[in-house]
T-cell receptor, first 113, second 110 residues
């Protein structure tokens, strides 16, 4: 099993550009989520999904969209990148609800100029 | 929403000593409390977790305690080793959402 994979590993964007961060898991997990990690602030939940076709907002959803058309994939879209979105982004998945071990992907380091 | 506070933000201990990290939470509905270890440049990895119907859980040198009444939980690492040096995050889960503490940078001095 590859576990949770994310692409790209690094990305530099200009203000106003859009892009999609990819996340996939091969563990047949129902629950998937996206976090951003900023220095001194821990990990903050952006969006999550409890199953295919179902998504919901987390703590910091503004400026981001998600969709969950399959169990395996959970892409995160930045609509119009801003410097405040410079961060490390982690995707995670777990069996069933969030009350189980979260398996994290390797992360994407995003810089917005 | 939930608010998780974590202390201290940095902790240095001598090899072989114990380390304790404490977290408090605000939402009494939170029912799952994991601890993650993150090495520099790596992804967070679960080291231990506890559910709200349990007061203490141990796994070799690592233990977690939970006080639901006071809404706090703690991570205890005994006989620390240099490879324990990392950032540790506590979290609380409620209503399908995770809320993380701000992290503790632990340094074990050989």
């Amino acid at each position: 099993n590859a576990g949770v994979t994310q692409t790209p590993k690094f990305q530099v964007l200009k203000t106003g550009q859009s892009m999609t961060l990819q996340c996939a898991q091969d563990m047949n997990h129902e629950y998937m989520s996206w976090y951003r990690q900023d220095p001194g602030m821990g990990l903050r939940l952006i969006h999550y999904s409890v199953g295919a076709g179902i998504t919901d907002q987390g703590e910091v959803p503004n400026g981001y969209n998600v969709s969950r058309s399959t169990t395996e994939d959970f892409p995160l879209r930045l609509l119009s990148a801003a410097p405040s979105q410079t961060s490390v982004y982690f995707c995670a998945s777990s069996y069933s609800t969030s009350n189980n071990e979260q398996f994290f992907g390797p992360g994407t380091r995003l810089t917005v100029l | 929403g939930e608010n998780v506070e974590q202390h201290p933000s940095t902790l240095s201990v001598q090899e072989g000593d114990s380390a304790v990290i404490k977290c408090t939470y605000s939402d009494s509905a939170s029912n799952y409390f994991p601890w993650y270890k993150q090495e520099l440049g790596k992804r967070p990895q679960l080291i231990i977790d506890i559910r709200s119907n349990v007061g203490e859980k141990k796994d070799q040198r690592i233990a977690v305690t939970l006080n639901k009444t006071a809404k706090h939980f703690s991570l205890h690492i005994t006989e620390t080793q240099p490879e324990d040096s990392a950032v540790y995050f506590c979290a609380a889960s409620s209503d399908n959402q995770f809320y993380f503490g701000t992290g503790t940078s632990l340094t074990v001095i050989p």
